[in-house]
């Protein structure tokens, strides 16, 4: 499918993209991710929802980053880029393994808002996600003035060929009236236009965005995305949209009460008839970290040297047949000693215990049943009783979750203080790691020379190989430096290196150190420094002779 040499008319008419695949995804404000233990319960609805992406308000994180989860998502974040700054607003993005695959590029523009980019199987299409949280009724003008600004500079950037979806919690009720905004909304949302309603409707106007939660007819239930305290008020003010002439591979919007993670608003659904493309990866750039600590065990070791030996004649075998060249060898080299430590090693599988425990899991359980209990009740009273119930189950759930985080961190606390009072470096720097998790710098984005942020994987990459190619490719100084040559040359041995100096050079290289990008440990080499060397050795005369 082709846009160029249409008409407007014909460009702005309504393309079903033909997928044998539907993707969900969905938009929820779930008050704070700061609370222990939310972002685990995030990620199990969003599993139990099957949502391939989902949009967070309000995550109260401040700066730009991302983090992995033990489950495989990934959570990219935004909020105030002061680290001391209050824990207010704040957006985000958690991605599926199938969005992570799909996943272009990503961008934060501050606490409010957040967008990404994604690989669809149409060719030359992407779609384009903006999560937003948008102020409130009563905020400042100038406040909602700068927000809608700022999102409709960034709407404009967005190319008009690819899928706008602009998805998140707008404070704002637009109401059953489309009357003038027929292209832009339906006759099925709820409440009468607000303030920041018009303002909402305008916005998609401009941009020829259609609001999906008012164009499906629902029941009440399954449209009001937010639920007052006390139960009692029900409004729709999160909403998707996507750009016009896709509309028709949106297939539904919907509330979906039953997900539950003690928020006063709704998880918001969208299905959409559209496959992502997983973008392509290099597999041979990836490193691979084999359990040399297995070595340590004297069978493993000698079951090591034994079949590296094996391989080793055999491979001594075929190099006398053939003439190979010095890449050649090496190759072959390499590709044993790997294959040895898959064999007798295996990859080291990074497992990181799970600090939430099952009676808590019980309980999480049980509040989201208490839920249903509220979303099912008849009367006022059934309702508020229920309600009293569920913040019970939802204090109980608190007061587990932070028992479990005391005892997750005592233990590893308890093994670091042993391990410095003996004097284990190793072990102290191991429970520490395994105590804090793996650090998550602040990313900042890659900007090109005129500095504007540069938000495409490749393209930042291309950013990056231009940077460097321009600071280390400087012309020579005008006037080069006068120094004398020497006078007497260096006794320097240049002879090829014998068996004893490759053993040496193996012997001094230090253990527990990543390795390079052969993938071989240095633990592996010293395993058996007699088999090391026999292959180590023919290798080198051969670099020599060439």
């Not at 938009?27 to 391939?52: H, P």
């Not at 949302?189 to 303030?195: D, P, R």
């Not at 998707?240 to 928020?263: E, H, N, P, T, Y």
Request: glycine share 6%; proline share 4%; charged share 30%.
């Amino acid at each position: 499918m082709t846009l160029g040499g249409k008409s407007r008319e014909e460009a702005t008419k309504p393309i079903t993209l033909l997928a044998t695949r539907r993707i969900t995804i969905g938009t929820w404000n779930v008050r704070t991710m700061y609370e222990s233990g939310k972002t685990a319960q995030v990620a199990a609805e969003m599993r139990s929802n099957n949502l391939t992406l989902l949009g967070i308000s309000k995550t109260r994180w401040t700066q730009t980053g991302q983090r992995g989860l033990l489950t495989g998502e990934l959570l990219l974040y935004s909020g105030h880029e002061e680290s001391d700054a209050p824990r207010t607003q704040g957006v985000g993005f958690m991605l599926s393994k199938q969005a992570q695959r799909a996943l272009i590029g990503w961008e934060a523009h501050g606490p409010r808002i957040i967008t990404a980019s994604f690989r669809t199987k149409m060719k030359r299409i992407k779609m384009n996600v903006v999560q937003c949280y948008a102020p409130t009724n009563d905020h400042e003008e100038e406040d909602k003035d700068y927000f809608y600004n700022r999102l409709q500079k960034i709407l404009e950037i967005l190319p008009d060929k690819d899928i706008i979806i602009l998805m998140g919690d707008f404070n704002a009720k637009i109401g059953p009236d489309n009357t003038g905004y027929e292209q832009v909304m339906g006759t099925h949302a709820l409440g009468e236009m607000s303030e920041n309603g018009e303002r909402f409707v305008d916005l998609c106007a401009l941009n020829n965005l259609v609001i999906g939660g008012s164009i499906f007819p629902h029941k009440r239930i399954h449209k009001s995305t937010w639920v007052s305290p006390a139960g009692m008020t029900e409004n729709q003010i999160d909403h998707v949209c996507i750009s016009k002439k896709f509309r028709r591979s949106l297939q539904d919007v919907r509330v979906r009460r039953g997900a539950d993670a003690a928020s006063d608003h709704h998880l918001v659904v969208a299905r959409l008839k559209l496959k992502l493309k997983k973008n392509w990866i290099d597999a041979s750039d990836r490193r691979v970290k084999y359990n040399v600590s297995l070595l340590k065990d004297h069978k493993t070791k000698e079951d090591f040297g034994l079949r590296l030996k094996n391989k080793f004649s055999v491979l001594q075998d075929r190099s006398e047949e053939e003439e190979d060249s010095v890449l050649n060898r090496w190759q072959k080299v390499r590709e044993t000693l790997r294959s040895v430590c898959q064999e007798v090693l295996g990859i080291k599988k990074h497992q990181q215990k799970e600090w939430i425990t099952a009676e808590t899991l019980i309980k999480i359980e049980d509040r989201k049943k208490k839920k249903a209990a509220v979303n099912n009740s008849r009367t006022r009273a059934a309702k508020a009783k229920a309600q009293k119930e569920y913040a019970e189950a939802h204090r109980a759930v608190k007061r587990n979750i932070r028992k479990d985080k005391r005892e997750y961190v005592d233990e590893p606390a308890a093994e670091a203080e042993q391990a410095a009072y003996s004097g284990n470096m190793k072990r102290l720097y191991d429970t520490t790691k395994r105590l804090f998790g793996k650090f998550s710098k602040p990313e900042r984005p890659v900007k090109d020379k005129q500095g504007k942020s540069i938000t495409g994987i490749e393209q930042q990459m291309n950013r990056w190989a231009e940077h460097f190619e321009e600071l280390l490719n400087r012309p020579a100084p005008p006037n080069p430096p006068d120094i004398n040559p020497a006078n007497e040359d260096l006794p320097i041995n240049c002879d090829k290196p014998t068996r004893d100096e490759i053993r040496k050079a193996i012997t001094m290289m230090k253990n527990r150190k990543a390795a390079g990008p052969d993938d071989i440990p240095a633990e592996a080499l010293k395993a058996d420094l007699d088999a090391s060397v026999e292959m180590l050795y023919p290798l080198f005369e051969k670099i020599w002779e060439e």
